[in-house]
C-alpha cells in the first residue's frame, strides 16, 4: 500500500515537473513576440504612426513573461531564497525544513490562485479592455492565475519530494532524482 502511494505521488511530483519545464517555451515565445512589436513600435515611431496599442500591448504581454514561468523557475531551483540557514543543515533536518517553506509557498500560492481567479473570472465576464485603444486585458489575468495554479502545483510536488526524501532514505524507497523530469 505504502509504496503503491508513494509511486502515485512520485508521478504527481514527474507530471507537476513536466508540465513547469514546458514553460520556458512559454516564456521563449513571449520574448519573441515582445521583440517583435518593440520593432514594430520603433519603427512607426520613426514614421510618425501611432503606437499607443503597440506601448500597452507590451505591457501586458510582460505580464505573461513574468507569472508563466515562475513555476519553471523554482522547479529549476533557480529562484531566490535564503539559504543561510538552509546550508548548515543536512539530512533529514534540511529536507523536513525544506518540505516546510515548500508548504508555506504552496499556502500562498493558494491564496494567490483564489484572488487572481476571482480577477480573472469578473475580467472575463466584463471583456475588460484597456483604455486607451481597447485591447483585451482579460487573457492576461488568466495567465497570471494560471502562474499561481503552476506554482502551487510546483510547491506541492516539491513538498512531496523534500518530505519523501526525510522519511525514506535512498535505501528504502528507490530515490528519485528531481532533475530526471526535466
Not at 500500500?1 to 512559454?26: C, T
Not at 505591457?59 to 519553471?72: D, G, K, R, S
Not at 499556502?107 to 476571482?118: F, H
Request: glycine fraction near 8%.
Amino acid at each position: 500500500m505504502n509504496s503503491v502511494l508513494i509511486k502515485a505521488l512520485d508521478g504527481f511530483a514527474a507530471g507537476v515537473r513536466k508540465l513547469n519545464a514546458g514553460a520556458v517555451y512559454v516564456g521563449v515565445v513571449t520574448l519573441i513576440v515582445i521583440t517583435v512589436v518593440s520593432l514594430y513600435g520603433i519603427a512607426s515611431r520613426l514614421i510618425g504612426m501611432p503606437v499607443s496599442w503597440a506601448l500597452e500591448f507590451l505591457q501586458l504581454i510582460q505580464i505573461v513573461l513574468a507569472f508563466l514561468p515562475v513555476a519553471y523557475v523554482l522547479n529549476r531551483g533557480a529562484h531566490v531564497r535564503m539559504d543561510l540557514g538552509v546550508m548548515m543543515l543536512h539530512g533529514k533536518p534540511r529536507h523536513l525544513l525544506e518540505c516546510v517553506a515548500s508548504l508555506l509557498g504552496m499556502g500562498m500560492s493558494v491564496l494567490m490562485v483564489y484572488a487572481t481567479s476571482q480577477s480573472a473570472i469578473s475580467s472575463v465576464g466584463m471583456r475588460e479592455a484597456s483604455v486607451l485603444t481597447a485591447l483585451p486585458v482579460y487573457p492576461f489575468k488568466v495567465c497570471v492565475f494560471i502562474g499561481f495554479v503552476l506554482l502551487a502545483l510546483q510547491f506541492a510536488g516539491h513538498a512531496w519530494e523534500s518530505l519523501r526524501s526525510a522519511l525514506f532514505p535512498s535505501t528504502e524507497v528507490e530515490a528519485v532524482d528531481p532533475h530526471v523530469y526535466l
